[in-house]
């Protein structure tokens, strides 16, 4: 059996791959090198990773690799109009942010019927011959791979269907770990090392969780806390609901793949307001040439609240909000909806409801989804 039938174990192939994809969050050229390891090693004709918008924006994300010139002109046509996506994924329950693949999400029979296989993919291979998934990253975003090969190689097997299964959770991960980066100016600091520059609270752990490094940020967030200490790398916790909660994010040991294990986040309630504790690996030389090498993980803490209420105040001051209007559009932007938002501020649901309707009204926008692109157009840099 050739490459192209698989005669590399799927868990290898990850092995590769995960490497390259870690580094995409700080380098672009990885995710390039992502592509090409995993489409040389499948044996994709060409390959593609691409992040769109929702809303139909030119892509935010793109890597591909031996990709023709033909299909790169159809894609660029037609990229806006692929969507059985966004409606199928909303039939099936998928939520956004979740991980979804799209095999599941839509059938041969009706990705067929689409304009998008009749104008470009039939061109180039048919749906039989093209392993692929569709995933959702957040509310705005979702991200697309596909690895075409000629018609004439046969269909994948069923073998590759598993192993973009497994690698999606990660792809996705990685991905939304570094468009949150990009979003909070983080990761071009990061990719120079700047570690101290970063205003966010940022922690280099090692295994079993402890702190090994503390930018300024991180002292003073710990400082500050009444809930989370750390005291010669150690954590401890306030009450042991919340060392339930913490323990898997803060103390884990990655197991199997040295490190290399999804990108963690937990959004907890902490020191009374709602923050978001990121984990992700830091994959180096060291880690891959010597397996007993010491894994070590970036922790960044986000405090959603509190740019949401800055977003807020902001549109108040720009269309007119209420204050009771900017309250609930701070909620809005932390994703709660009309049932949440009641019951965080005590009020009835019909009144939150009513509260939400003319928020969108006096920003022009259509839902939520508009209102998270305002937002984002809004702190847009420059």
């Given amino acids: 059996m050739g490459r192209s039938e698989h005669a590399e174990d799927p868990a290898d192939i990850i092995k590769a791959v995960l490497p390259h994809l870690y580094r995409s969050m700080l380098d672009d050229a990885a995710l390039s090198r992502a592509m090409v390891s995993l489409r040389?090693?499948?044996?994709?004709?060409?390959?593609?990773?691409?992040?769109?918008?929702?809303?139909?924006?030119?892509?935010?994300?793109?890597?591909?690799d031996n990709i023709p010139e033909s299909a790169q002109r159809a894609y660029a046509a037609h990229f806006h109009r692929i969507e059985?996506?966004?409606?199928?994924?909303?039939?099936?329950?998928?939520?956004?942010?979740?991980?979804?693949?799209?095999?599941?999400?839509?059938?041969?029979?009706?990705?067929?019927?689409?304009?998008?296989?009749?104008?470009?993919?039939?061109?180039?291979?048919?749906?039989?011959?093209?392993?692929?998934?569709?995933?959702?990253?957040?509310?705005?975003?979702?991200?697309?791979?596909?690895?075409p090969r000629r018609c004439d190689m046969g269909p994948y097997p069923n073998s590759t269907r598993r192993l973009l299964a497994s690698l999606t959770p990660y792809l996705a991960a990685c991905l939304k770990a570094r468009m949150q980066l990009d979003l909070g100016r983080e990761r071009a600091r990061l990719a120079l090392g700047a570690f101290e520059a970063i205003p966010q609270p940022l922690m280099l752990l090692s295994l079993p969780g402890r702190a090994i490094a503390l930018n300024a940020a991180a002292q003073q967030w710990l400082s500050a806390s009444r809930c989370l200490s750390l005291r010669h790398g150690r954590w401890f916790y306030r009450d042991a609901a919340l060392r339930n909660v913490l323990r898997e994010l803060l103390e884990s040991i990655p197991h199997p793949l040295r490190g290399?294990?999804?990108?963690?986040?937990?959004?907890?309630?902490?020191?009374?307001?709602?923050?978001?504790?990121?984990?992700?690996?830091?994959?180096?030389?060291?880690?891959?040439?010597?397996?007993?090498?010491?894994?070590?993980?970036?922790?960044?803490?986000?405090?959603?609240?509190?740019?949401?209420?800055?977003?807020?105040r902001q549109l108040q001051t720009a269309?007119?909000?209420?204050?009771?209007?900017?309250?609930?559009?701070?909620?809005?932007?932390?994703?709660?909806?009309?049932?949440?938002?009641?019951?965080?501020?005590?009020?009835?649901?019909?009144?939150?409801?009513?509260?939400?309707k003319a928020i969108?009204?006096?920003?022009?926008?259509?839902?939520?989804?508009?209102?998270l692109v305002l937002a984002r157009t809004l702190n847009a840099p420059g």
């Fill in 319 to 356: 269309h007119g909000l209420t204050d009771a209007e900017r309250a609930v559009c701070a909620l809005l932007l932390l994703g709660l909806d009309a049932r949440q938002i009641a019951l965080s501020r005590n009020t009835r649901r019909e009144t939150a409801r009513s509260q939400i």
């Fill in 260 to 312: 290399y294990e999804v990108p963690m986040q937990s959004r907890v309630y902490l020191d009374g307001e709602w923050q978001d504790l990121q984990r992700l690996p830091v994959v180096t030389a060291d880690t891959e040439a010597d397996p007993g090498a010491p894994v070590r993980m970036l922790l960044i803490i986000h405090r959603p609240e509190e740019g949401a209420k800055l977003t807020a």
């Fill in 360 to 371: 969108y009204a006096k920003l022009g926008v259509a839902g939520h989804a508009g209102l």
């Fill in 84 to 147: 059985p996506w966004r409606e199928a994924a909303e039939r099936a329950g998928y939520g956004f942010g979740v991980p979804a693949l799209s095999q599941d999400m839509v059938s041969a029979q009706a990705f067929r019927r689409t304009e998008f296989y009749s104008d470009f993919w039939r061109q180039h291979s048919d749906l039989m011959h093209t392993a692929g998934n569709v995933f959702a990253l957040d509310n705005l975003h979702y991200g697309q791979i596909a690895l």
């Fill in 40 to 64: 040389t090693r499948v044996g994709g004709e060409w390959g593609g990773l691409i992040v769109h918008r929702w809303d139909g924006a030119s892509p935010a994300i793109a890597a591909t």
